[in-house]
């Protein structure tokens, strides 16, 4: 497992919660409930009722049973365009930021280059010094149907001190992820394009220090994107113009993760993202774009064990009652997260046997999926309105946000900025911001020809 600083706690989570937590008072909170959240369907799920006592829903909506990764800063929202839109960006229109959300839209930038810089203060309700930097950029190539890229991530996670079991400081030290990318995209037609992006992921939560009796290690992985584009731009939606897009990218497939030479590896976050976007011209000088990106996480779902602590024979592991092991290979844990939930397991008085809740596995599946879109409104290609929302299901994170943002464009130069309301209280995401300084290598200076 993913050594825990002893001062701060490092948050899993399946897509962009990583978080150093203060104060051991709140971390001991925060432990109870993780375990508690591990045995609801065993500790929630014994009465004819079939209550959730901890949020007092009914047992046939499910049970929390999030899907925890190693790197998740990797599905952080990188940009302020995207996370105006309630961080959806698979098919909406290239520009530097598309190695992130789609490698394959490069080959249809309008544009010989372009250069991004964005920043963003993260989790601040937090922790005061955690921060995502993003900076990244492509080259069309000679033959206008391909392009080049690249792209370097960075996460600080803040300062940290380590102390030993009697409250002695044992060292100060500040921990960080970061993740290189290099990406390739081609236009097979004058529609349709394919991408790759091939990645190093580096993550030095502890800086070698000890954690429970074993060395600790930076966690390192090399993992790929493989992604496809279709754009259609002839298009009338009466007498307008219209454009319609459609973009699908696996991300992250790649090694598991380690931090000791002793621990499980982690599933890094493998995701699927795919979704349309369409754009129609109002006019000469008003444009509008809605998209949608759909997410799910191709890693495995923890399963539900056996509450008595049986050991399966065969595995030598912790029985598993309904799901299946995590403890699998890459390719297994791919192709086996479609039908891996385990479901409700409601268990009788004394948890000598139980019944699985019909068609649970399937609804718990389908709660899995994230959804994410919203819309963007260009006045004369230099001023950009942004709106859009994230949904996540409650058994599976809940994060569940409203996005705005704005846009400027003005000759060679590019500025976005994002905010993130949250509609939920005390959400450590709400008041986010991100910013986004842009430069296009064109070699006119003029206005662009296509809204970004």
Known sequence: MTPQPPDRQYIRSPFHESALMTHR???QILLALALATASLPTAFA???ACVNQLNGRDCKEGFMNTITTAVPFLMISVDSRAGGMGDAGVAVSPDANSIHWNPSKLAFADKEGEFSISYSPWLRKLVPDMSLAYVTGYKKLSNDRSAIGGSLRYFNLGSITFTDINGST??????????VDVAFAQKFSDHFSGGIAIRYINSNLTGGISVQGANSKAGQSVAADVSFFYQKQDMQVGEKDATFAFGLNVSNVGAKMSYTSSANKDFIPINLRLGPA???????????????????????TPPVYDPNGAIDPVTNERQVVSGRSPN?????????????APGVVIWNADSTSFTILDGSKRREELQEINLAGGIEYWYDKQFAFRAGYFHEHFNKGNRQYFTVGLGLRYSKFALDMSYLIANQQRSPLANTLRFTLGFVFDGKGGKKKKAE
């Open 46 to 48: 014994q009465n004819k």
């Open 278 to 300: 369409f754009t129609i011209d109002l006019d000469d000088h008003n444009s509008l774009t809605a998209n949608l990106d759909v997410n799910k996480l191709l890693v495995p």
């Open 25 to 27: 008072t709140f971390l």
């Open 328 to 340: 699998v290979g890459v390719a297994e844990g791919i192709f086996g997260s479609f039908s891996d």
């Open 170 to 179: 044992i060292r100060e030290f500040k921990p960080a992820e970061f993740a």
